[in-house]
T-cell receptor, first 111, second 114 residues
């Protein structure tokens, strides 16, 4: 079945770049998403990429998609303490429109 | 971007009572809405797909008689947790969208059953 995997924890120093990785299994994925969740809050859409793209950049965020390896990454440049949160990747299948989420990566930014 | 409003954001109820959570798409028509549940420090799990004007499609293991979903209009879906018990305490999130478009999420509802 469909599956999305992420590493659970990443710790970086303020000002460094963060790279959060995600792998998925559904080859029919059309959209791949990155969401941010702060404690006790809902989901905030950070960015998404269509499956026929291999890169998307939006200010400090860069998304790389390797469709052959079914690997997605989110790079946050100049990471700030306010970036500390849980980051979820998710994929959307063209067949159903529902989202399958990874387990979430907790990003800890140290001053 | 599009806005999805979820209400209430927090609710505390007594065991055995029912709780209704609303999910509204404020500036677009959502033929499909999705209800997710998130346990503490875990990922979001899809509970059901809510289709306007028809019965919801539930994921395996989700009790349809306990989690009643109604999608009576193109802008509103409701999730009712019936006869709530402490193990139903969780964070419930709705999203609205359709095939080949991005999904828009509500703010989530923190349900605590005491």
């Amino acid at each position: 079945g469909e599956d999305v995997e992420q590493s659970l924890f990443l710790s970086v120093r303020e000002g460094d770049s963060s790279v959060i990785n995600c792998t998925y299994t559904d080859s029919s994925s059309t959209y791949l998403y990155w969401y941010k969740q702060e404690p006790g809050a809902g989901l905030q859409l950070l960015t998404y990429i269509f499956s026929n793209m291999d890169m998307k950049q939006d200010q400090r965020l860069t998304v790389l998609l390797n469709k052959k390896d079914k690997h997605l990454s989110l790079r946050i440049a100049d990471t700030q303490t306010g970036d500390s949160a849980i980051y979820f990747c998710a994929e959307s299948s063209s067949n159903t429109g529902k989202l399958i989420f990874g387990q979430g990566t907790t990003l800890q930014v140290k001053p | 971007g599009a806005v999805v409003s979820q209400h209430p954001s927090r609710v505390i109820c007594k065991s055995g009572t029912s709780v209704k959570i609303e999910c509204r798409s404020l500036d677009f028509q959502a033929t499909t809405m999705f209800w997710y549940r998130q346990f503490p420090k875990q990922s979001l799990m899809l509970m059901a797909t809510s289709n306007e004007g028809s019965k919801a499609t539930y994921e395996q293991g989700v009790e349809k008689d306990k989690f009643l979903i109604n999608h009576a209009s193109l802008t509103l879906s409701t999730l009712t947790v019936t006869s709530a018990h402490p193990e139903d305490s969780s964070f419930y999130i709705c999203s609205a969208g359709s095939m080949n478009t991005e999904a828009f999420f509500g703010q989530g509802t923190r349900l605590t059953v005491v």
